[in-house]
């Protein structure tokens, strides 16, 4: 007997493609600054929801992409995201039981930690520090990250992505 049809990976591409699209569309000048970390954000959901299927390799090639995107230094994503990965499979089966506000305040710790990697590997290589407000997507990443984890379930539940 067959079960509902097994939804190849087509959802979780499109929402990594999603997630890249809204961090390289342009925005006013004083919201730049706020724009949530949306790969970070779309990276932990999967890396939770199915950590069989997403995981550090996923992590790896979706960071050369944004690196390409951006522009930034080759491999710079790729490494930030693919620690910011293994941390979250290492905690996957903890944190999937938290209410949402709990989760949001890891999700705070995870993309400062992502942030934090790209700092260290900027002024590695070079670059000039940041002011304050390089941490605020850290913050709007958290906020966002209730209603961006409800509609991602629901799209996971709708397609049966398992």
């Known amino acids: 007997m067959k079960g509902a049809p097994h939804h190849s990976g087509w959802v979780i591409v499109m929402s990594f493609i999603a997630a890249l699209m809204l961090t390289i569309v342009p925005m006013p000048g004083w919201t730049v600054t706020l724009r949530p970390e949306w790969v970070v954000l779309v990276l932990i959901y999967w890396c939770m929801a199915l950590p069989q299927r997403v995981g550090v390799g996923t992590a790896w090639f979706i960071g050369l992409i944004l690196d390409v995107l951006q522009g930034a230094l080759l491999g710079q994503h790729a490494l930030s995201l ?36 790209m700092l260290w590997v900027k002024g590695i290589s070079g670059q000039a520090s940041q002011a304050w407000d390089y941490w605020l997507p850290s913050i709007s990443s958290m906020l966002l990250w209730p209603a961006l984890f409800i509609l991602l379930r629901r799209v996971r539940r709708h397609f049966h992505v398992t």
């Not at 949402?100 to 930690?113: D, F, N, P, S, Y």
């Open 82 to 117: 693919s620690i910011v990965a293994f941390v979250t499979l290492k905690l996957h089966q903890r944190v999937r039981v938290f209410p949402l506000w709990q989760q949001a305040l890891l999700i705070l710790l995870l993309t400062a930690l992502h942030q934090l990697l």
